[in-house]
């Protein structure tokens, strides 16, 4: 018997209803079982609440190999496309609970909003360079960023907006959670969760050889570009904390010299991410058209678009550091930097945050009882 | 002139082209569906039964070639060929290599078919996944493939091959391999084959089909109408029950229902036909279709109460619901005085027992006829829910009778250059019966032998010639 719930019955939104359909007919086949946690997590299913249709979207890596296994998929008329379905419900998830509730409309617009905040942060550091300097290109500062930015001037812009985009997430991701709560995390069930999120483990095909993209076959593509992106990422952040930790514990100032670490965690950190970026664009866009969501791809993009633009423009100002175009550089990476941040929270970066937070409840289901026994 | 031309575009004929292909022939396919539908049934299966002696890879503890072999012998009611079928039996213990070269990948076995994991492999993402990995081979191996191409009938001189003709296109080669699959989705020649009985009905009006709809048997008539030795009874195929609003063609795995075993099934008199309990329902699996097209109006109803709910496969239809059997009746549209006279009849049987429906248990009903011997239970826990049944046919076991080399005879002597596979041959092995995954077995067993005997042939007469 399905467990008595205390969750509200909501009435399933189109996006909803559809995956609710679509893995009616997948539980009674289940041969894609063996792809990823979805259908081992919908087994333990009946029916399709909309709290439940929110964790398994967000179970789900739209790594596409279901869709073409899919004997159900078009042209039969059952029309089952599971990433399709799943993609349109995260889209949805990441709007139902962002905070401040208000702004989860931003979601529909990304690409707008995206292209708003670039040429907002840009303009308000070019802005600001003129104030400061007088003039956009000048004679070389020896590398010195607070020549053309006074380090108060960059912590003040920046740190309330950091602390605004954790908080607006944390607060995204528990109202998410508390959709569906599927108990106590244990160890072992945060420890699977976190390898299986920094592994992307549900990108390999359940067989070690990947997903798919532009056809049947598999590719370990979307995997490795996705970890270039977000190592890359990370390793940029590394970057960033280190620096700040030399300021602040230090007092060491920066520029810093090319071997210091948060340098060498940039520059890798930097290239990492324009690999990762590039590769995840190409595969964007010469996917599948029936994979994934298409109205989304404003979104996905805009977010590609501008972590390659903030690394790149990173690599740029190291290597014109020394020379008169410090300032103009400066202003578009920090410009696309900020972009970044004040997106971070109604964009795709969103889907790591979910994602991560559905991959906890199935670490932690999965270590629970059966509740769906069924005969031999 | 190709060497190899293999007709059809399922498991069968994939494995077939691939093996000729590696033998060094040249092979073209013909495949009659569009690519989006091609692979005949083999996009809707799932598993293959495997021999083996010990644990291999997904397959635990052992099955050896004796148990096999007395579960054919059990099924098929003696209607098979022991030395063809122990060959087919060998075969499943060594060809997963093979298939793995191939692309094809396998999964322990999961949900709702753990009792299988002893006798067969699942293929991760089922059929066809099974299906792509072998055309993405094909296609790295060079074998042509020529979609929406249906053979109509092939030219023949005294036994041995000679061309193929779909339409006004004429494909010669030097051999061929004929696996184009059984005639299920021949509508016209299930009605023939079934006839009409006694109420006047004719039942193959009311089957639904559960897989390709491009099977309609035209070479199989042909070869069988131009001297070819049969094998087989027509009205003998894989025959499940499924939900009667599946749709006519594809509906596949998801439409059976799953229940059975945990109620009650009345026909169209709201009269029980068959004990419900005699079997894990996987192993009685096939059989109720074959019930159900046996009753008026090829129609039956699996009835069941609130307790059976979470102990089934899902079902992918909803069920009719009701609060009380009386009203459930109405809801179905049958007798009301008649199905509570059933009912009643069937839950005042119900002996006390420890119900457990992963175990043969001892719930079984006495004095009641038919019986039903394990899961008897009450029906007394509302909402009582019903089930409308329709039989599935999923594949036919009239075929074309060959030897271990897969040729096809004439008058009993065996053509030198023309081979059969798959679902145009199973009944040679399969003469009734069924058993899960050994449609598999038969169609890579057989497959692999006809490419490569085609291939021998091809290379033969390019060597005489």
Known sequence: ?376 | MVDVLVIGGGNAALCAALMAREAGASVLMLEAAPREWRGGNSPHVRNLRCMHEAPQDVLVEAYPEEEFWQDLLKVTGGKTDERLARLVIRASSTCRDWMRKHGVRFQPSLSGALHTARTNAFFMGGGKALVNAYYRSAQTLGVQVRYETPVDHIELRAGRFVAAHAGPLRFEARACVLAAGGFESNREWLREAWGRNARGEWPADNFLIRGSRFNRGTLLKHLIDSGADAIGDPTQAHMVAIDARAPHYDGGICTRIDCVSLGVVVNRDAQRFYDEGEDFWPKRYAIWGRLVAQQPGQIAWSIIDAKAVGRFMPPVFPGTQADSLPELARQLGLDEASFMHTLDAYNAACRPGTFDHTVLDDCATAGLAPAKTHWALPLDTPPFYGYALKPGVTFTYLGLKTDEHAAVHFNGVPSDNLFVAGEMMAGNVLGQGYTAGVGMSIGTAFGRIAGTSAARAAMKETAHG
């Not at chain 1, 969760?193 to 593509?221: F, P, V």
């Open chain 1, 1 to 376: 018997m399905a467990e008595s719930r205390v969750i509200p019955i909501v009435p399933l939104s189109a996006a909803r209803a559809e995956v609710e359909r679509v893995l009616t007919i997948c539980n009674a086949c289940r041969y894609c079982e063996g792809f990823c946690a979805v259908f081992p997590a919908m087994t333990r299913r009946l029916s399709f609440p909309a709290a439940d249709v929110d964790y398994l979207a967000n179970l789900c890596h739209n790594c596409g190999a279901c869709l073409h296994a899919c004997q159900y998929a078009p042209p039969h008329e059952f029309a089952v496309n599971v990433p399709q379905a799943m993609a349109r419900v995260r889209g949805d998830t990441y709007a139902d609970h962002a905070w401040p509730p208000a702004l989860g409309a931003l979601y529909k617009r990304n690409g707008l909003v995206l292209s708003t905040a670039l040429a907002a942060g840009l303009a308000l550091f070019l802005v600001l360079a003129v104030i400061k300097q007088g003039s956009l290109w000048q004679p070389a500062v020896g590398g010195n960023f607070y020549a053309v930015f006074p380090h108060g001037l960059m912590v003040g812009l920046f740190a309330p907006v950091f602390l605004f985009v954790v908080f607006a997430l944390a607060m995204a991701v528990r109202s998410f959670w508390r959709g569906v709560s599927p108990g106590a995390a244990s160890a072992p069930a945060v420890e699977e969760a976190a390898r299986d999120a920094l592994r992307l483990s549900y990108l390999d095909g359940g067989h070690g050889e990947g997903c798919n993209e532009r056809d049947d076959g598999y590719t370990l593509a979307r995997r490795r570009f996705h970890h270039f992106t977000f190592y890359g990422f990370a390793l940029c952040f590394a970057a960033t904390c280190v620096a700040t930790l030399y300021h602040y514990l230090f007092g060491w100032q920066a520029p810093y010299g090319l071997t210091s670490l948060p340098k060498l965690l940039g520059i890798v950190g930097g290239v990492s991410l324009v690999v990762g970026t590039v590769g995840l664009g190409w595969l964007n866009l010469t996917r599948h058209p029936s994979q994934g969501d298409a109205a989304q791809r404003p979104m996905d993009r805009g977010f590609i678009l501008l972590l390659f633009l903030t690394a790149a423009s990173g690599l740029v100002l190291m290597l014109v550091r020394t020379t008169p175009a410090l300032p103009l550089a400066l202003c578009v990476h920090l410009g696309s930097v900020m972009a970044l941040f004040l997106t971070l929270p109604y964009g795709k970066f969103a889907h790591g945050v979910f994602r991560g937070a559905a991959l906890l409840k199935w670490a932690i289901e999965k270590r629970r009882p059966h509740s769906v026994v069924m005969g031999e």
